[in-house]
């Protein structure tokens, strides 16, 4: 089997680790492709490299035809403030990149895509109480939600129209080793809080910085995705992939006393008073059709996170 990754940012990278591992053949395609990146997450030759646009279609169809592509997995995309810092730019990435996966996609006549969307698209000012499924109302005013919530369509048009096997996966904050040239804000702050405990030097936490969240490390999202590649005949198309758990700052915090008991860590200050982002996202969907079942408890993943990060120091 052949899997066609679009970006090699760290979720794009942690999956194609999995695929190489399992022996399958596997092609990262991004617009600048960072090799030194690629070679220290997924293995050295480990993988196909392709430098071309999403907005380029034919290079995106050449691509799944020079390869014999199976399966297409689309993590490409500029994430949060970085689709509204300018708003075009932005948009046609995130947007027009989902429509050409999808017509590259028909016309190869691929066995299946797999969109990678948000729990942030879920319109939590709508949602009364927890945990969120996924039949939970979405939507939103913000550029970032818009261009996945619109992808999302997409993906469902193209499935009714064309028949195409499509998968949609919405993962939590997302945390891992990577480079954040899509401007992934979770996976900088949480790079900073490993960092922080790495040197063992007093540190504060704030809360305004680090809000009430689920997060999710990079490798159990590579799981979701690998096991959406691979599921038969599922019966729903679009599942949560996140840890279940609602993390505030004082339970980071309690986690970095755990792990590093001789570093004072405090936390200052106050965060949002929303509610709704107390809510943790339902894998009971994820785990009964995908067999989805996270992996990295925060401790555990910022212990695995720090081992790695020093590793490569």
Known sequence: ?????????????????????????????????????????????????????????????NALKEFQVHTLVHTAGLIGKRVAENSYTGATNNIVGTINVLEAARLQGLRRVVYVSTFGVYDRSKIKEGPIREDAPIGGHNLYTATKTCSEHLVHAYAHLYNLDTVIIRPAGAFGRGHYAGGSTVGMIMRDLALNIIKGQPFTIDPKIYFTNEYVYAKDVALALDLACKVQDPKQRIYNAGSGVVTSADDLAQVVRDLAPKIEVKVVGSGSEDVHKEFPLDLSRSKAELGYSPQFPMKKALQDYMEELWGER
């Open 1 to 61: 089997m052949t899997v066609l990754v679009t970006g090699a940012g760290f979720i794009g990278c942690h999956l194609a680790r999995r695929i190489a591992d399992a022996g399958n053949t596997v092609v990262l395609y991004d617009l600048s492709p960072n090799r030194e990146f690629i070679q220290k997450i997924v293995g050295k030759d480990r993988t196909k490299i392709i430098a071309a646009d999403m907005r380029d279609l034919p290079a995106l169809v």
